[in-house]
Nanobody
């Protein structure tokens, strides 16, 4: 069974950058669509970036377009989320997720079956 482990979170300053990693085991990510989600305190989980399984299509939340980039290293079976120009509103727990809807890039959490445990990102002035 596919297992996902996020890392790379931490404390960053406004305008700074972080790169989150999501390492997969138990199966290859080649057969899954991928999404990154975040949940801020008191708010619902929201999708921030996603890619279809063939990496033919990616989607980003309006709030992160131009600042966040989702990418994948096939050899490492790892997905990344590069976050630049960070803002305080980017604070939250970030989760990666994998979907068996291979051809679909989705920011909707209900489309995803496998989830990591999350990594905390805190952005302060």
């Amino acid at each position: 069974q596919l297992q996902l482990v996020e890392s790379g979170g931490g404390l960053a300053k406004v305008g700074g950058s972080l790169r989150l990693s999501c390492k997969a085991s138990g199966s290859t990510l080649d057969f899954h669509a991928i999404g990154w989600f975040r949940q801020a305190p008191g708010k619902e989980r929201e999708g921030v970036a996603s890619s279809s399984g063939r990496w033919s299509h990616t989607d980003y939340a309006d709030s992160v377009k131009g600042r966040f980039t989702i990418s994948k290293d096939n050899a490492e079976n790892t997905v990344y989320l590069q976050m630049n120009s960070l803002k305080p509103d980017d604070t939250g727990i970030y989760y990666c997720a994998a979907s068996e809807m291979f051809g679909v890039s989705s920011l909707e959490s209900q489309h995803y079956t496998y989830w990591g445990q999350g990594t905390q990102v805190t952005v302060s002035a």
